[in-house]
Antibody
Framework: QVQLVESGGGVVQPGRSLRLSCAASGFTFSSYAMHWVRQAPGKGLEWVGVIWYDGSNKYYADSVKGRFTMSRDNSKNTLYLQMNSLRAEDTAVYYC??????????????????WGQGTTVTVSS | EIVMTQSPATLSVSPGERATLSCRASQSVSSNLTWYQQKPGQAPRLLIYGASTRATGIPARFSGSGSGTEFTLTISSLHSEDFAVYYCQQYNNWPRYTFGQGTKLEI
């Protein structure tokens, strides 16, 4: 079945780095743009960034721009999030999600239709 | 940046009742709006895209409406499994997405 599984979370000190992974299965990973979304403890959802299906384009939220980098390896069906210079406010559950376009002859609508279960990142000294 | 504001923050209703959740955009997003449901300890689940189109497998008691800056998610007759947090999200400037802060639907 269609599935996303995140890994790589943990406890890290402020200023250090961490890399998250998201393993995809059950669909043609290389055909979809992919997002990272995070959720701080007790808070709402925050969009982190998106990477094009072929990795050619990437867009980031202002809160992580210059510190976080998304990449993907389509041969391994895996999405990555490299997080550098981590701050306490980066503490959150990080979800990867598939971007799905629903297109008619008139226009396209978009949504994140498949989500992983999340991996927890805690930034603390 | 487009800011999404949801109201109320918490909505208390009973099973079988109708629930109406609101989402307002700081500028027009046309019909480029999505609704998600999130239960405790779970990932979000796609409910509605294009402001009013139910995603695959979503029951007909969920309906979305609105365009421009004002949107509504209606649950016609609440089931026990519907008690959760609901988020709206705009994609007018796709692929950059913005979420509302969520509405908690409680008994």
């Amino acid at each position: 079945q269609v599935q996303l599984v995140e890994s790589g979370g943990g406890v890290v000190q402020p200023g250090r780095s961490l890399r998250l992974s998201c393993a995809a299965s059950g669909f043609t990973f290389s055909s979809y743009a992919m997002h990272w979304v995070r959720q701080a403890p007790g808070k709402g959802l925050e969009w982190v960034g998106v990477i094009w299906y072929d990795g050619s384009n990437k867009y980031y939220a202002d809160s992580v721009k210059g510190r976080f980098t998304m990449s993907r390896d389509n041969s391994k069906n895996t999405l990555y999030l490299q997080m550098n210079s981590l701050r306490a406010e980066d503490t959150a559950v990080y979800y990867c999600a598939r971007d799905r376009g629903y297109c008619s002859s008139i226009k396209c609508h978009y949504a994140m239709d498949v989500w992983g279960q999340g991996t927890t990142v805690t930034v603390s000294s | 940046e487009i800011v999404m504001t949801q109201s109320p923050a918490t909505l208390s209703v009973s099973p079988g009742e109708r629930a109406t959740l609101s989402c307002r955009a700081s500028q027009s997003v046309s019909s480029n709006l999505t609704w998600y449901q999130q239960k405790p300890g779970q990932a979000p689940r796609l409910l509605i895209y294009g402001a009013s189109t139910r995603a695959t497998g979503i029951p007909a008691r969920f309906s979305g409406s609105g365009s421009g800056t004002e949107f509504t998610l209606t649950i016609s007759s609440l089931h026990s499994e519907d008690f959760a947090v609901y988020y709206c999200q705009q994609y007018n400037n796709w692929p950059r997405y913005t979420f509302g802060q969520g509405t908690k639907l409680e008994i």
